[in-house]
């Protein structure tokens, strides 16, 4: 049985993960949809203002309301990168071909791309 650090160090290498820093530099005027996958009551505490709120438990069933593009670019957070991973790591297995997760601390995250 895999314990959560193992899972995503399992998927990891299939998912493209970057820093918030790049994330700001690459997102600066680009159309990318920023997608916060943490849970509510952490989004409720700490919002990403900039990001569309789908909790990682529900993604699958919540992505084609704000993005039907198998190729618009996505960028997923969370609070360090674990759940943004897992969670891009589905949507590609979903068919979108641009999908990045966003790995570090939530403050970095929430200071460049809030």
């Not at 998912?15 to 943490?38: M, P, W, Y």
């Not at 190729?71 to 969670?87: N, P």
Request: aromatic share 2%.
């Amino acid at each position: 049985m895999l314990k959560f650090d193992e899972l995503v160090q399992q998927v990891a290498p299939q998912v493209r993960c970057i820093s918030a820093r790049d994330a700001a530099r690459e997102l600066k005027g680009q159309g990318a949809l920023v997608i916060d996958v943490r849970e509510s009551a952490e989004v409720s505490s700490r919002p990403n203002h900039r990001a569309t709120h789908i909790p990682r438990g529900v993604i699958e069933l919540h992505i084609g309301k704000h993005c039907d593009d198998p190729d618009q670019a996505i960028y997923l957070h969370c609070a360090a990168g674990g759940r943004a991973t897992l969670a891009a790591e589905q949507l590609q297995r979903m068919g979108y071909r641009s999908v990045t997760a966003i790995v570090g601390k939530l403050d970095e995250v929430l200071e460049l791309l809030d």
